[in-house]
């Protein structure tokens, strides 16, 4: 498939950079054709995501509408490759060939299909220049000249980041301020980009599918941290909350099509905002109430907008492994690669009837364990102990194939391939109880500006806000608890011993029992 590009964004913002460069390719070498039209007016930073998307063209999570009117882009000298290596949307040849499919296969990659006014294409420029693994995107006459430029950049970022925002020193702090000052002409087109409404990246096929635009997701994320940073050691709060909302929305962005991977990325990104808010933002005394009721907005459009982070990812593998399999089956693969999945068994020795069956069934397990609340289901993994059965099994069938060619009677590729899906769910969990604990401590801090007191109860505070209601405790199905310890405000999951310790007990991530604690500045 010929690389798509995309206009030089710089020029089309007017912005000046490490990348505003005079005319330096032919037509023939970047593919674009001479610029037409005026450079669209720059929206303010603050409209982000939450003011941008009307009624009519918003999507619902689930759903990726097409044929969205787009902003005409102007095409300026340099061109830029806007997709993924071997990216390819079409649907697979497999698809609808077996009664046992886990779900309507052909059904969820045609709704993930890339919309007309796609951000994806957008994006590419700019998290090119965060991540050495981006280079392909980047003009041939740049890729050369710009890589030290860019390890120094994501350097940087990776040294600053691992410091809590909160305990940077006066040196950092001016570094901090360099960097951002660096990656203007990214931060813009990272505006240009969210301008769009809808987001799909598209893969290459197979698990081997390179993904390298989610780690640079990540890198662009600490940057947007630090830029929340540094407004607010600047005391300019509203220009921390546009960095707060886009980076959500990249979040959200790499969910739609993506593979578990993704959407473990996605949930890292999160905790960056959680850990900036949590720590940082909220502990501030010169918050207002409309400051707090638009960064609660914020949470709360992150969490009705993003897609089943769980249902995705797994769909997306089940694809992706699918992809694979067909491959084996029809000897396409590379032969290291057939080595590896088969564990040197001949592929004439493989039951491929068998491998599509247990394929199917592990799937269908997953995603029906996934339907369920996870506090119902927090100890049991259905794959899991399906694999085992399959593993106890798989020793003798293994041996009789390499020492007498007997064939399998063991799905030896779906074996070797199947994801450890409870990664995912366990993740997913952590994820969704930082986002409400977060969205608590919201209220909670909107409501000791109100008051100058501490709410007396959860409820008083949340039903001061849109929420109404207490956002819910996925270990335990109940609404997040509440404690004042010495006089300070915690909220509380039960975490995953499902035991209430009354705030007291911090489960350290699950690995010791306690709760799973939230308080402002900690």
């Given at each position: ?423 995912l769910r366990k993740a997913a969990a952590r994820n969704e109880a930082r986002l409400h604990g977060a969205q608590a401590l919201i209220t909670i801090r909107r409501y000791q500006v109100v008051h100058r007191r501490n709410p007396p109860t959860l409820d008083a505070a949340v039903r001061e806000t849109e929420m109404r209601t207490i956002p819910t405790d996925p270990y ?47």
């Amino acid at each position: 498939m010929r690389p798509r590009l995309v206009p030089n964004l710089l020029t089309v913002l007017g912005l000046t950079g490490i990348y505003v460069l005079a005319s330096g390719c032919t037509s023939s070498e970047s593919g674009s054709v001479p610029t037409s039209q005026q450079a669209p007016e720059e929206e303010p930073a603050s409209a982000g995501i939450t003011n941008s998307t009307s009624d009519s063209n918003r999507s619902t999570p689930g759903e990726i509408k097409t044929g969205v009117t787009a902003r005409q882009p102007v095409t300026p000298p340099l061109s830029y490759i806007t997709e993924l290596p071997s990216a390819d949307a079409s649907i697979p040849d497999w698809v609808g060939k077996r009664k046992d499919e886990p779900f309507e296969v052909h059904e969820f990659l045609q709704s993930r299909m890339p919309p007309e006014d796609n951000a994806a294409p957008l994006y590419f420029p700019a998290l090119a220049q965060f991540s050495t693994e981006m280079s392909f995107v980047l003009p041939q006459a740049l890729r050369e000249s710009k890589q030290d430029e860019i390890s120094q950049i994501h350097r940087q970022i990776d040294s600053l980041s691992a410091t809590p925002p909160a305990k940077l020193a006066g040196q950092d702090r001016d570094a901090v301020a360099q960097i951002i000052e660096q990656t203007t002409t990214a931060m813009g087109m990272i505006a240009e980009a969210q301008r769009r409404k809808q987001c799909v990246f598209v893969t290459g096929r197979g698990l081997d599918a390179v993904l390298p635009h989610a780690q640079a997701a990540r890198t662009l994320a600490r940057l947007f941290v630090l830029q929340a940073y540094h407004s607010c050691t600047n005391n300019q709060i509203d220009l921390a909350e546009p960095a707060i909302t886009r980076t959500l929305r990249m979040s959200r962005d790499i969910g739609p099509r993506g593979p578990m991977i993704c959407q473990l990325v996605m949930f890292a990104i999160d905790a960056y905002v959680f850990d900036v808010l949590q720590q940082l933002l909220l502990a501030r005394d010169d918050l207002t109430p409309q400051q707090l009721d638009r960064l609660l907005a914020a949470l709360i459009q992150h969490e009705r907008e993003r897609f089943d982070p769980c249902s995705e990812g797994i769909r997306m593998d089940y694809v992706l492994q699918g992809d694979m399999l067909s491959m084996l089956q029809q000897g396409t693969l590379s032969a290291s690669a057939t080595q590896r999945y088969l564990n040197g068994i001949p592929t004439e020795l493989v039951n491929y009837d068998l491998e599509w069956s247990e394929l199917n069934r592990l799937y269908s397990l997953a995603l029906a364990h996934f339907q369920r609340p996870y506090h119902e289901v927090i100890n049991d993994d259905p794959v899991k102990a399906a694999l085992d059965e399959l593993r106890a099994k798989s020793k003798k069938s293994l041996a009789e194939a390499k020492t007498r060619g007997k064939p399998l009677d063991v799905p030896i590729a779906t074996m070797f391939l199947m994801p450890k899906v409870s990664i995912l769910r366990k993740a997913a969990a952590r994820n969704e109880a930082r986002l409400h604990g977060a969205q608590a401590l919201i209220t909670i801090r909107r409501y000791q500006v109100v008051h100058r007191r501490n709410p007396p109860t959860l409820d008083a505070a949340v039903r001061e806000t849109e929420m109404r209601t207490i956002p819910t405790d996925p270990y335990s199905g109940q609404p997040l608890r509440y404690a004042l310890i010495d006089d300070r405000p915690t909220v509380y999951s039960v975490g995953s011993d499902q035991r209430d310790d009354g705030g007291r007990l911090d489960w350290k991530y699950g690995f010791q029992p306690g709760d799973f604690l939230f308080r402002i500045g900690h």
